[in-house]
Each structure stands twice: as C-alpha cells, then as structure tokens.
C-alpha cells in the first residue's frame, strides 16, 4: 500500500510503515511540509496514497479523498510512545490490510473503518 504520513504525527509511525514494506512518504520530511490540508489531500489523490493522520478535519473533505484515510484518535495527553504503540496495535490488526478505500479510525483500544464518504 501506499501512505502519506502527517506531520502531526510522529516520525516512528512512517518508519513503521516503511519497515512493513509500505510505500510511504512522511511529510516533513518533502516539500510538503507546512502545507495546507487541501496541498495534502491533493497530492494524496494524485500519487494514489492513503492519508495517516490526527487532523480530523481532514476526514470532513468529503468527496476529497480517494483512496483511504487512516485517522489516530487519541487523547491529547498521549505521550509519543503511546501513538505509536496503538500505531503498532493497528498495524497487526487485521483491518490493517483493508484500509485503501476506507475512511479508518484507529484509537488506543479499538479500530473501526468505514467507506470514504461521498461529495
């Protein structure tokens, strides 16, 4: 599959990705980094990627995404290492495999997806 990883989330979770197989592009680390939600989702479109991110408001683009969203929900005082243990916890799932075309939400006890919502 391929990702595109927010910069709102930490680094581990692209190394992650990328040691799984996953073609995957962090944010920060492209000229992408500092832009706007709609340069991402545009991008996201064009290069055929599924978004992992924390920003909900990216999930509200409807009509937007095409191929997937993986959106972590986690409590605002979630240190580093918990994001990506329940990162990890995510990618053993095995909605893990079924996330393209898929609006997912992963939290630290459950993980529950849905398809992308129309425009």
């Known amino acids: ?9 930490p680094a581990e979770i692209a190394f992650l990705l990328e040691e799984s197989g996953q073609d995957t592009v962090y944010v920060p680390r492209t000229e ?11 991008f996201a479109s064009r290069d055929r990627r599924i978004i992992v991110t924390k920003d909900v408001t990216l999930a509200m683009r409807r009509g937007h ?11 605002e005082w979630f240190r ?8 990890e ?9 079924e996330v393209e075309g898929k609006l ?3 939290g630290p006890r459950r993980v529950t997806a849905r398809p ?4």
């Not at 599959?1 to 989330?9: A, Q, S």
């Not at 290492?81 to 329940?86: C, D, G, H, P, T």
């Not at 992308?116 to 425009?119: N, V």
């Open 1 to 9: 599959m391929r990702f595109l990883v927010d910069e709102n989330l």
């Open 32 to 42: 992408l980094h500092g832009s706007a939600d709609s340069v991402l989702v545009e």
């Open 65 to 75: 995404l095409t191929h997937g969203m993986v959106l972590v929900q986690v409590p």
């Open 80 to 87: 580093k290492v918990e994001i990506i243990e329940a990162f």
């Open 89 to 97: 916890r995510f990618m053993r799932h095995p909605r893990f495999g």
């Open 104 to 106: 997912t939400f992963v």
């Open 116 to 119: 992308l919502p129309d425009a």
